[in-house]
């Protein structure tokens, strides 16, 4: 049998499906290929499912001619195939000519519109294992008390466990609930690709899910993922942890109606925050990571207004995280990005700049800039962010005010690390994982008591005298900036013990769930240090930060930001002989994150309060 030819496509809305005969469970799978047009109101199903790591090895017959498919896609072929009717549907490996890079690249720009059109979304999760069917009925009786509303309010512990038996759900001890995790552990869930192939493919009908025999509908695993995120008890929630997964797609799915109504300012910000949402997704072609996103960026790619975003997967991955990140400042007109760029210590070898994110990296500490939405920072005090492009690609044109010099910068401890240490004694690591109400006290301790001990002339007048080897210095700059980050947690002149009863009790009663309000805000000193500058301000920044290393304020910028400058001859040439410098991160400077920096500058500059600067 001769190997399959692909005959090109008549034009780009153009799409192959194949159309899937009918057969008995051991024969060979026979297809064949149709070209149609999307405008064309075709009737065809879409298929998502994972290419593993396999090569494709195994042959079909298309058109009577031998295609070779990866075992993954060969397997959900046999399981879906109907005994008595043609299956049509489409199926990126066989429909689109992966040899074929221009190709590729068009075909990626109608992604959105494939799964959009198809009438159904089938889900292919893989062959089944010991375990699938006990998670398979989990999940249906989840699904059920969801919709029945049923829930549990109380914490779930190993000791009071008999309210998930009361309900018709397994032990908190039970292997059950290991076969219900190891269900959403399969590689499918971690595919960046997912967000968008099921908030399209939820568009006319309910997505069906196959695991080996199994079938489920979405909704069913979605019900049951969102159960067991909103769940109580941490007992509960690190047995159904990669669950959280799942929660993520109905994030991105409510983004898909927001997008197609607003101008190019909001589709760069939802597009800043799918890339920042889908960072624990991830995909086989580094260029994925971005292009599995694009769908949610606009409805017509073809109407795209910087061209630089067209899908081109001839591209180096690096250019194309580069220039997706320049869209985003350009058209946001704001610096916010910047605070997405992983620290320079998790960074993996690339020839990224240093002002652009690694998308490729699935964790990094929540940005300042992230927070600043709800706190108001302001360090620029509303300048503009710089306009204009440099002939270098790699440069990224910034205006920037000096503020100061890092002096000392801690180096053993984390923010977060330093505070707890320092706060509990080291006596969380003995509490049991259900003392909600312990660790909740000891947040409102640093929150309500710290600012009476001390005051902002104070402590800057405190962290002057003290030495840089001072051990003091963790330990003091921990209680005060981390609580400033935990403004938002409680309300100033709140009664001590009033807030704390209020927050057990709203808690409990399955209110906003307060407990990840303040873990989100303990986040933001994660993996954070603690430095002091040569004035004596002090403030956290990320780990990568290094005495010696500088603070400015950059325009359009709501955080100050910590710089390295270069010295490298070779940046110094023509016009664009600004000083050049590295971002090592964004961090918090206590008294300038709300322009008094700028206005003080201000007030004594006699010529341009800026300076140009090149960041690479």
Same mark, same amino acid.
């Given at each position: 049998?001769?190997?399959?030819?692909? &005959?090109?496509?008549?034009?780009?809305?153009?799409?192959?499906?194949?159309?899937?005969?009918?057969?008995?469970?051991?024969?060979?799978?026979?297809?064949?290929?149709?070209?149609?047009?999307?405008?064309?109101?075709?009737?065809?199903?879409?298929?998502?499912?994972?290419?593993?790591?396999?090569?494709?090895?195994?042959?079909?017959?298309?058109?009577?001619?031998?295609?070779?498919?990866?075992?993954?896609?060969?397997?959900?072929?046999?399981?879906?195939?109907?005994?008595?009717?043609?299956?049509?549907?489409?199926?990126?490996?066989?429909?689109?000519?992966?040899?074929?890079?221009?190709?590729?690249?068009?075909?990626?720009?109608?992604?959105?519109?494939?799964?959009?059109?198809?009438?159904?979304?089938?889900?292919?999760?893989?062959?089944?294992?010991?375990?699938?069917?006990?998670?398979?009925?989990?999940?249906?009786?989840?699904?059920?008390?969801?919709?029945?509303?049923?829930?549990?309010?109380?914490?779930?512990?190993?000791?009071?466990?008999?309210?998930?038996?009361?309900?018709?759900?397994?032990?908190?001890?039970?292997?059950?609930?290991?076969?219900?995790?190891?269900?959403?552990?399969?590689? $499918?869930?971690?595919?960046?690709?997912?967000?968008?192939?099921?908030?399209?493919?939820?568009?006319?009908?309910?997505?069906?899910?196959?695991?080996?025999?199994?079938?489920?509908? $979405?909704?069913?695993?979605?019900?049951?993922?969102?159960?067991?995120?909103?769940?109580?008890?941490?007992?509960?929630?690190?047995?159904?942890?990669?669950?959280?997964?799942?929660?993520?797609?109905?994030?991105?799915?409510?983004?898909?109606?927001?997008?197609?109504?607003?101008?190019?300012?909001?589709?760069?910000?939802?597009?800043?925050?799918?890339?920042?949402?889908?960072?624990?997704?991830?995909?086989?072609?580094?260029?994925?990571?971005?292009?599995?996103?694009?769908?949610?960026?606009?409805?017509?790619?073809?109407?795209?207004?910087?061209?630089?975003?067209?899908?081109?997967?001839?591209?180096?991955?690096?250019?194309?995280?580069?220039?997706?990140?320049?869209?985003?400042?350009?058209?946001?007109?704001?610096?916010?990005?910047?605070?997405?760029?992983?620290?320079?210590?998790?960074?993996?070898?690339?020839?990224?700049?240093? $002002?652009?994110?690694?998308?490729?990296?699935?964790?990094?500490?929540?940005?300042?800039?992230?927070?600043?939405?709800?706190?108001?920072?302001?360090?620029?005090?509303?300048?503009?962010?710089?306009?204009?492009?440099?002939?270098?690609?790699?440069?990224?044109?910034?205006?920037?005010?000096?503020?100061?010099?890092?002096?000392?910068?801690?180096?053993?401890?984390?923010?977060?690390?330093?505070? $707890?240490?320092?706060?509990?004694?080291?006596?969380?690591?003995?509490?049991?994982?259900?003392?909600?109400?312990?660790?909740?006290?000891?947040?409102?301790?640093?929150?309500?008591?710290?600012?009476?001990?001390?005051?902002?002339?104070?402590?800057?007048?405190?962290?002057?005298?003290?030495?840089?080897?001072?051990?003091?210095?963790?330990?003091?700059?921990?209680?005060?900036?981390?609580?400033?980050?935990?403004?938002?947690?409680?309300?100033?002149?709140?009664?001590? &013990?009033? &807030?704390?009863?209020?927050?057990?009790?709203?808690?409990?009663?399955?209110?906003?769930?307060?407990?990840?309000?303040?873990?989100?805000?303990?986040?933001?000193?994660?993996?954070?240090?603690?430095?002091?500058?040569?004035?004596?301000?002090?403030?956290?920044?990320?780990?990568?930060?290094?005495?010696?290393?500088?603070?400015?304020?950059?325009?359009?910028?709501?955080?100050?930001?910590?710089?390295?400058?270069?010295?490298?001859?070779?940046?110094?040439?023509?016009?664009?002989?600004?000083?050049?410098?590295?971002?090592?991160?964004?961090?918090?400077?206590?008294?300038?994150?709300?322009?008094?920096?700028?206005?003080?500058?201000?007030?004594?500059?006699?010529?341009?309060?800026?300076?140009?600067?090149?960041?690479?």
């Amino acid at each position: 049998m001769h190997h399959y030819q692909y &005959t090109p496509l008549a034009n780009h809305h153009s799409i192959r499906v194949i159309e899937l005969l009918k057969g008995q469970a051991k024969d060979p799978v026979f297809c064949r290929v149709h070209h149609v047009d999307l405008a064309h109101n075709t009737i065809y199903n879409t298929l998502s499912y994972t290419w593993e790591n396999e090569l494709p090895t195994i042959p079909i017959s298309c058109d009577e001619h031998e295609l070779l498919v990866t075992p993954n896609l060969h397997a959900a072929l046999l399981r879906l195939r109907h005994h008595s009717r043609n299956l049509t549907i489409w199926v990126d490996a066989i429909c689109i000519n992966q040899y074929d890079i221009e190709e590729r690249s068009s075909q990626v720009q109608l992604m959105r519109k494939i799964y959009q059109c198809g009438r159904q979304l089938l889900i292919w999760l893989g062959e089944e294992d010991p375990g699938t069917a006990t998670a398979a009925r989990v999940i249906r009786r989840l699904d059920e008390m969801v919709k029945k509303g049923l829930r549990i309010s109380d914490d779930i512990t190993r000791d009071n466990s008999h309210l998930l038996m009361n309900l018709g759900l397994p032990n908190i001890d039970s292997a059950d609930w290991v076969a219900f995790r190891k269900f959403f552990d399969r590689r $499918w869930f971690q595919r960046v690709w997912i967000l968008q192939e099921v908030a399209m493919g939820c568009q006319l009908s309910v997505p069906l899910v196959r695991c080996g025999s199994h079938t489920l509908t $979405w909704n069913q695993i979605q019900n049951a993922a969102n159960w067991t995120n909103r769940s109580n008890g941490d007992s509960l929630s690190r047995v159904t942890e990669s669950g959280s997964k799942i929660y993520l797609t109905t994030d991105i799915q409510s983004f898909v109606t927001w997008t197609s109504r607003h101008t190019g300012l909001q589709k760069a910000t939802l597009l800043s925050d799918a890339l920042s949402t889908s960072r624990p997704f991830g995909a086989k072609l580094e260029h994925d990571k971005v292009y599995a996103l694009y769908g949610f960026l606009m409805s017509d790619l073809d109407a795209l207004e910087d061209a630089a975003l067209i899908p081109d997967y001839s591209k180096s991955f690096s250019d194309v995280y580069r220039d997706t990140a320049r869209y985003i400042i350009s058209q946001q007109k704001s610096l916010d990005l910047l605070g997405m760029v992983e620290d320079k210590e998790m960074q993996k070898l690339s020839n990224l700049p240093s $002002w652009v994110p690694d998308w490729r990296e699935m964790h990094l500490p929540i940005p300042f800039s992230d927070r600043s939405r709800r706190a108001g920072f302001d360090a620029a005090k509303g300048t503009p962010v710089a306009a204009g492009r440099l002939q270098d690609q790699s440069a990224l044109k910034a205006n920037a005010i000096f503020v100061d010099r890092v002096r000392y910068a801690s180096q053993h401890q984390y923010a977060f690390d330093a505070y $707890w240490r320092t706060l509990s004694s080291n006596a969380y690591s003995r509490m049991r994982s259900t003392d909600s109400a312990c660790r909740s006290f000891l947040f409102y301790w640093a929150r309500v008591q710290i600012p009476y001990i001390f005051n902002k002339q104070k402590m800057s007048e405190y962290f002057n005298e003290l030495t840089t080897d001072d051990a003091r210095i963790s330990f003091f700059i921990t209680l005060y900036a981390f609580t400033k980050l935990l403004q938002d947690a409680f309300p100033d002149g709140s009664n001590p &013990t009033q &807030t704390f009863l209020k927050f057990k009790e709203r808690n409990r009663t399955g209110g906003p769930d307060l407990h990840r309000t303040f873990m989100k805000s303990l986040y933001n000193a994660w993996q954070k240090r603690f430095f002091i500058t040569k004035r004596g301000f002090m403030g956290l920044g990320p780990r990568g930060i290094k005495p010696g290393d500088l603070i400015y304020i950059l325009a359009g910028g709501q955080v100050p930001y910590v710089l390295r400058k270069l010295y490298h001859q070779h940046f110094l040439r023509g016009s664009e002989a600004s000083p050049h410098y590295q971002l090592v991160g964004e961090c918090y400077v206590h008294g300038i994150m709300y322009g008094e920096w700028v206005a003080m500058e201000g007030a004594r500059s006699r010529g341009n309060l800026w300076e140009a600067i090149n960041l690479v």
